[in-house]
């Protein structure tokens, strides 16, 4: 996908003109596995991802080297969703691998409740891992 932006005056600071080239390409891999342990139903998810992206961005704001530049993406991603009471409550932790070749790697983690009290609602809360842990640094 190709983009450019131009404000001549913008609010604040100098002139704008930004052009940016950006192409994503990839594939993914998934196995799900069910089964009833207990009084729960779960439902295990596992998948691997690779990502290549190109891109150009021209602003002198923000990027240090100019130009085309390519990077890297694979990720482990693993999950379990855990329905408990007939699909009133569900439980569903989840984490996830990455590593790119310019940031370097890192995992995320991920846990998301679901309660149903009524058949007409439906409370969700989902607690992230948003800072994630760098395992280069």
């Given at each position: 996908e190709y983009?450019?932006?131009?404000?001549?005056?913008?609010s604040i600071g100098g002139p704008i003109d930004v052009k940016n080239y950006d192409q994503v390409f990839g594939g993914q891999m998934a196995w799900d596995y069910s089964a009833k342990t207990g009084p729960a139903v779960q439902l295990f998810k596992f998948n691997y991802e690779i990502k290549r992206e190109l891109f150009n961005n021209s602003s002198p704001l923000g990027n240090p080297v100019p130009g085309f530049h390519a990077r890297t993406t694979n990720g482990v991603y693993?999950?379990?969703?855990?329905?408990?009471?007939?699909?009133?409550l569900m439980v569903n932790p989840a984490v996830r691998y990455e590593h790119t070749n310019d940031f370097g790697?890192?995992?995320?983690?991920?846990?998301?409740l679901r309660g149903k009290p009524?058949?007409?609602m439906i409370l969700k809360t989902n607690i992230e891992d948003r800072k994630s842990t760098r395992l280069n640094s």
């Amino acid at each position: 996908e190709y983009s450019h932006f131009t404000d001549v005056s913008p609010s604040i600071g100098g002139p704008i003109d930004v052009k940016n080239y950006d192409q994503v390409f990839g594939g993914q891999m998934a196995w799900d596995y069910s089964a009833k342990t207990g009084p729960a139903v779960q439902l295990f998810k596992f998948n691997y991802e690779i990502k290549r992206e190109l891109f150009n961005n021209s602003s002198p704001l923000g990027n240090p080297v100019p130009g085309f530049h390519a990077r890297t993406t694979n990720g482990v991603y693993g999950s379990d969703e855990a329905s408990f009471l007939d699909d009133r409550l569900m439980v569903n932790p989840a984490v996830r691998y990455e590593h790119t070749n310019d940031f370097g790697s890192k995992v995320s983690g991920h846990l998301g409740l679901r309660g149903k009290p009524y058949s007409w609602m439906i409370l969700k809360t989902n607690i992230e891992d948003r800072k994630s842990t760098r395992l280069n640094s």
